[in-house]
C-alpha cells in the first residue's frame, strides 16, 4: 500500500471526556497533589423524602469544594451506606488517584457521584475498533489512543472505537469514521479488513468483551499500510477528539511487537490474538511492500 492512501490532518481539541452515566468531572480550582482522603458524612432520614441521602468527601486538591454523594429516588439508607463504604467504590477511589489516575495530572476534579439502582443487563449495543498497523523503515508500529476512562479512574491506551450510532449496520464505516475522529487518519474502506469475519458463524462474527453484563458486542477491523518515517512523528502526541462530544484525545503510536505488553484494552488484546491466528492459519497475506 502507498503511502497517499493515509492522510494525517491536525485537527486539535482540548476538552474533558465526560461520557458517564453517574459520575462528573470540571477543571480543578487548587492545583495540589492528592495525597489522602477526607470524608465527613451528612446523611438524612429514611423519613425525610424530600431530602436525598447524601455524603461528601473533601480532597486535598478541592478543599473549597467537596465532592458530593448523592442517592437517586429509590436507594436505602441501608443500600447507600453499602455503596460508598464497598471495596468497589473505594478502590474506585484509589484509581483515580494513582500515577495514571485521571486526578493524578490535576487536570481534573472530582465534583458529583450519584448512586443508582443497577439495572439487569447494560444494553449498549454494537460497536467497531481497528487495529492500524503502519510499517516504516522495516518497524511496524500500532496506532493507539489515550483517553480518559471514568469507570476505571485512568487514562486508557486502547484502539481506535466507537459505537453504531444507529441501524444501518454500517460497520466498515463507523470504524474507517472513528479512525478519522480519533487519530486524524483517513482510511480507504477498502483497505480494512474484517478479522472479526474470520470467527465461526455461530459466534455472529462478533466479540462480547462482557457478556455477563453487558450486551456490547465488538466487530474488530484491521488497517495495514506503509508510510514514511515522518508520518509515524506526526502522529504520536497528535491531540484530537469531538469537542462537542466531550473527548479529550491523544494518539499513542507504540511498536508492534511490544503492543500485548502496552495496554490492558481488551480491544487491543482480542485483534493481536485474531491478528496473529489468522496470519498462521495462512487466512491473511503479509503485507505489500
Known amino acids: 500500500m502507498a503511502s497517499h492512501i493515509l492522510q494525517v490532518s491536525s485537527s486539535m481539541s482540548l476538552h474533558q471526556q465526560l461520557r458517564t452515566l453517574s459520575k462528573t468531572l470540571s477543571l480543578p480550582s487548587h492545583p495540589h497533589r492528592l495525597r489522602s482522603l477526607s470524608s465527613n458524612c451528612k446523611m438524612s432520614t429514611e423519613t425525610e423524602s424530600s431530602s436525598p441521602l447524601t455524603h ?47 486526578l493524578a495530572n490535576n487536570a481534573m476534579s472530582l465534583k458529583r457521584v450519584l448512586l443508582q439502582v443497577p439495572g439487569i443487563v447494560f444494553a449498549r449495543g454494537p ?9 516504516s523503515e522495516g518497524e511496524t ?45 483517513h482510511l480507504n474502506l477498502e483497505d480494512m479488513i474484517d478479522l472479526t469475519a ?10 462480547f468483551p462482557s457478556p455477563g453484563g453487558c ?3 465488538i466487530s474488530l477491523f ?29 494518539v499513542r503510536v507504540v511498536s508492534y511487537k511490544n503492543l500485548w505488553r502496552m495496554t490492558a484494552d481488551s480491544k487491543v488484546l482480542m485483534a493481536i490474538a ?3 491466528m489468522a496470519m498462521r492459519e495462512g487466512l491473511l497475506l503479509q503485507s505489500k511492500t
Open 215 to 217: 450486551d456490547e458486542e
Open 222 to 250: 484491521l488497517y495495514r499500510g506503509h508510510v514514511d518515517r515522518e508520518i509515524i512523528t506526526q502522529l504520536q502526541g497528535k491531540e484530537t477528539g469531538l469537542r462537542d462530544h466531550g473527548e479529550l484525545i491523544k
Open 198 to 207: 474470520f470467527l465461526e458463524p455461530s459466534t455472529g462474527c462478533r466479540v
Open 127 to 135: 460497536a467497531v475498533a481497528i487495529l492500524i498497523l503502519l510499517e
Open 56 to 102: 461528601s468527601i473533601t480532597l486535598p486538591t478541592q478543599l473549597a469544594e467537596p465532592v458530593q454523594i448523592v442517592a437517586a429516588p429509590g436507594i436505602s439508607d441501608f443500600q447507600f451506606r453499602t455503596a460508598i463504604n464497598s471495596s468497589l467504590f473505594k478502590q474506585w477511589l484509589k484509581n483515580l488517584q494513582t500515577e495514571t489516575g485521571i
Open 274 to 276: 485474531l491478528y496473529e
Open 141 to 185: 508500529y500500532a496506532v493507539l489512543t489515550e483517553q480518559v476512562r471514568v469507570p476505571v479512574g485512568r487514562l486508557s491506551l486502547e484502539l481506535p472505537a466507537g459505537m453504531l450510532d444507529d441501524d444501518k449496520g454500517d460497520f466498515v464505516g463507523t470504524a474507517a469514521r472513528e479512525v478519522e475522529e480519533e487519530t486524524g487518519i
